[in-house]
């Protein structure tokens, strides 16, 4: 774990085309294609307890300094908010929110990174996308949902802290270190959840500018998941750190893993409740299920993963 190792433009775009390279030839679905049956069947026989934990923090609804946009939920009927004391009524309500924000748990699609006009796969953005959604790469692709092995590294367990502080990089030898120390290896396939604490921080010290400052991965542990073939990555943090950890790219790791090597993203889930009955039990790995709302052409979607141990 490291505060400052930031890579320079050049560096970066020579790891990019190295996980460019590692990227499975011609995959429709990305990096989902290395799920097949037999690693489902393999993560349905995770399932012991029949125990279900979500993995999405509550929706956000109030103005912070991490959230300008929150999610707006209103009660709709009855329209004057109280019920009558006789007849058939409907309570009502509506949702909008900003699916990409800092805040609210949720999935990227291989289309969300435009990276020198491109989408994932060398698809030009300017045929994808316009102002009606995106007609490639949408989350479409996981209408049906992602299963698999579910895998939790906690990252600041495994330094004896509660929490990375903002600004905290999460190296390769650190996710090699925690696999160690739980007693876990991550295989092809793999959902891997890495913790960085984001979500027990912003709990017990109130929240803050992430834009700022915000512990992540960097750009280099994407060598980890390249190596071992995971399928989807996913943290209670934004994956990415601020400042960023690479010159000239804002968001080096969504970059790498969503351009380059087709992995989707989850942001900002949380894990206060999974990691500690992870910590009882001993076991680290669990069928873990992913169920993005049937938006067919949006670049995302909100997220409730679900582990179940």
């Known amino acids: 774990m490291r505060t400052s190792d930031e890579l320079s433009e050049a560096d970066f775009r020579s790891l990019y085309r190295h996980l460019r390279g590692t990227a499975p030839g011609g995959a429709r679905r990305g990096a989902l294609d290395t ?25 956000n609804t ?23 004391s006789t007849g058939l009524e409907f309570a009502r309500d509506r949702i909008a929110m900003n699916i990409h924000g800092d805040v609210n748990s949720h999935i990227d699609a291989l289309c969300h990174v435009i990276y020198d006009g491109t989408l994932h ?41 509660p929490w990375l502080e903002p600004g905290s990089q999460v190296m390769a030898e650190d996710l090699a270190a925690a696999e160690a120390g739980q007693g876990v290896r991550v295989g092809r396939g793999d959902i891997l959840l890495v913790r960085v604490g984001h979500r027990r921080r912003r709990e017990e010290l109130g929240a803050w500018d992430t834009a700022d400052a915000r512990a992540g991965l960097h750009p280099t542990a994407m060598e980890f998941l390249a ?10 943090g934004n994956n990415d750190t601020a400042p960023s950890a690479a010159q000239g790219v804002a968001f080096p790791v969504h970059v790498l893993a969503i351009h380059a090597m087709g992995l989707h993203l989850l942001d900002y889930l949380r894990f206060e409740d999974l990691a500690p009955i992870c910590a ?11 169920a993005p709302l049937r938006l067919p052409a949006a670049t995302g979607s909100p997220v409730n993963p679900l582990a179940i141990l």
């Open 35 to 59: 799920i097949g049956e037999e690693q489902v069947l393999a993560a349905i026989r995770e399932v012991r307890s029949g125990r279900t934990v979500s993995l999405a923090a509550p929706v």
């Open 62 to 84: 109030r103005t912070a300094p991490d959230d300008a946009e929150p999610a707006e939920h209103r009660l709709t009927a009855p329209a004057d908010g109280e019920p009558g």
């Open 121 to 161: 796969g060398g698809i030009p953005a300017a045929d994808a996308l316009s102002p009606d959604g995106a007609s490639a790469l949408s989350i479409d692709l996981v209408r049906d949902g992602i299963v698999g092995r579910g895998v939790l590294l906690d990252i600041p367990r495994l330094h004896g802290v």
């Open 227 to 236: 190596e071992r073939e995971v399928a989807v990555l996913g943290s209670d």
């Open 280 to 290: 009882r039990d001993g076991r680290w790995s669990f069928l873990c299920v992913i």
